[in-house]
C-alpha cells in the first residue's frame, strides 16, 4: 500500500448508495488502514467536475471506488482522459450499485465490507478497456435490443426507486425491449472479418469485456476482462416465440448456444447501418447516438484493479 494511505470516492448522488452502508465501509477502512500507519479520506461528489476534481487530488493514494457501474465508468473515463489511468496504480472497487456487473465479472464480493476486505488484501490484475473516439467502456457495449433495454431500464428504475426498487428496472426494461423492438439492419466485422452482412434484422449485438449485464444476466458468458480481446454476441432472431427463449437461457449463458446466436472475439469490431439509419449504443450504460457507423479498440493492460486471482 502506498504510505499516503487511501482514497475513496463515492457518488454521493447515486440513489443506491446507501449512506449507512458507504459509512460502515469507510469506518473500515480508516481503521484498516490507521492499523498500517496510513491515512484514510472519503471523497462524497455530487458531479462530474467534483469526481474529477476527486480524482486528481490522489497525489499517491490507492483509489477506491464506491458505486456501481455508471460510477465506476465514469470514474475510469475520467482517469483515461487525464492520462493517469495507467500510472496511479491497482483501483479498488466496493461494489454499493444496482447491478454491480463488473464486480461480478471480477468475482469481487458483492457485500461491500467484504468487498472492503479484498481491497486491504491488494491482490491486482490487469484490465482491459473499449475505446471507441476516445470514450471508454469497462463492461459492456449494447446496440438494439440492449440499448433499448437500457434506455427503458433507466426510465423504469427511475421510478422505481422511490419504492426502493431500482434494481428491477433493467429486468423490466429488457421485458418492455424485448416485445417492442424490430430489429437493425447493421453489419458487424471483428478484426475484419464478416459476422453479420446487415441483409436481415439484427436483434442485439454485444460487446462485452465482462461476462453479466442487468444484475447477473450472463449475457456474454465466456468474457474474460484480463485477456485482451472483446467477445462478440449477436442474437439474429427476432420472432416472438424466439425471443423468450433466448431470454429464458440468458441466466445460464444458455442462450449463447442458439443457432440463431454468433459468437466473436477479437480486437476490433465495427457496426454499420447498412440501411442508412442511426443505432443507439449503450456504453456501460451511458447511452448515446444514434450514429450510422462505430468502431470499438480493445486497449490492452490499461489499468489494474484489485480482485481476487
Not at 500507519?37 to 462524497?44: K, S, V
Not at 439492419?185 to 446487415?198: A, I, M, W
Not at 476482462?225 to 454476441?233: K, S, T
Not at 465495427?270 to 480493445?298: C, K, M, Q, Y
Request: charge should be neutral; proline fraction near 4%; include cysteine.
Amino acid at each position: 500500500m502506498h504510505s499516503q494511505g487511501i482514497l475513496a470516492v463515492v457518488n454521493a448522488s447515486a440513489g443506491t448508495a446507501n449512506r449507512r452502508t458507504v459509512d460502515a465501509v469507510a469506518s473500515f477502512l480508516a481503521s484498516a488502514t490507521a492499523r498500517r500507519g496510513a491515512t484514510f479520506e472519503l471523497a462524497r461528489t455530487e458531479d462530474l467536475q467534483a469526481l474529477d476534481s476527486a480524482l486528481g487530488s490522489l497525489d499517491g493514494r490507492r483509489l477506491v471506488l464506491l458505486g456501481g457501474d455508471g460510477s465506476i465508468h465514469a470514474a475510469i473515463q475520467c482517469l483515461h482522459q487525464a492520462g493517469t489511468l495507467a500510472s496511479i496504480g491497482p483501483i479498488g472497487i466496493i461494489p454499493v450499485g444496482t447491478g454491480n456487473d463488473l464486480a461480478r465479472s471480477l468475482k469481487i464480493p458483492l457485500s461491500p465490507l467484504q468487498a472492503a476486505e479484498c481491497v486491504m488484501a491488494r491482490p491486482a490484475r490487469p484490465m482491459e478497456l473499449l475505446l471507441s473516439d476516445d470514450r471508454v467502456a469497462v463492461n459492456a457495449v449494447h446496440v438494439g435490443i440492449g440499448a433499448d433495454a437500457a434506455a427503458k431500464g433507466a426510465e423504469v428504475k427511475k421510478k422505481l426507486s422511490k419504492v426502493k426498487a431500482g434494481n428491477l428496472g433493467y429486468p423490466l426494461g429488457a421485458i418492455a425491449a424485448g416485445f417492442s423492438s424490430s430489429g437493425l439492419n447493421l453489419s458487424v466485422r471483428v478484426d475484419g472479418e464478416l459476422l453479420h452482412d446487415g441483409s436481415t434484422p439484427l436483434l442485439m449485438a454485444a460487446l462485452g469485456l465482462g461476462g453479466t449485464v442487468g444484475g447477473g444476466a450472463r449475457l456474454i458468458p465466456d468474457a474474460n476482462p484480463h485477456d485482451g480481446l472483446v467477445d462478440v454476441v449477436l442474437w439474429e432472431s427476432v420472432g416472438r416465440a424466439a425471443r423468450v427463449g433466448y431470454a429464458l437461457g440468458l441466466k445460464d449463458g444458455d442462450h449463447a448456444r442458439r443457432s440463431d446466436v454468433r459468437i466473436g472475439r477479437g480486437e476490433t469490431v465495427e457496426i454499420t447501418a447498412v440501411d442508412g439509419n442511426g443505432f443507439r449504443v449503450s456504453n456501460d450504460g451511458e447511452l448515446w447516438g444514434p450514429f450510422p457507423h462505430r468502431r470499438w479498440d480493445v486497449l490492452r493492460d490499461a489499468w489494474h484493479v484489485i480482485a481476487p486471482q
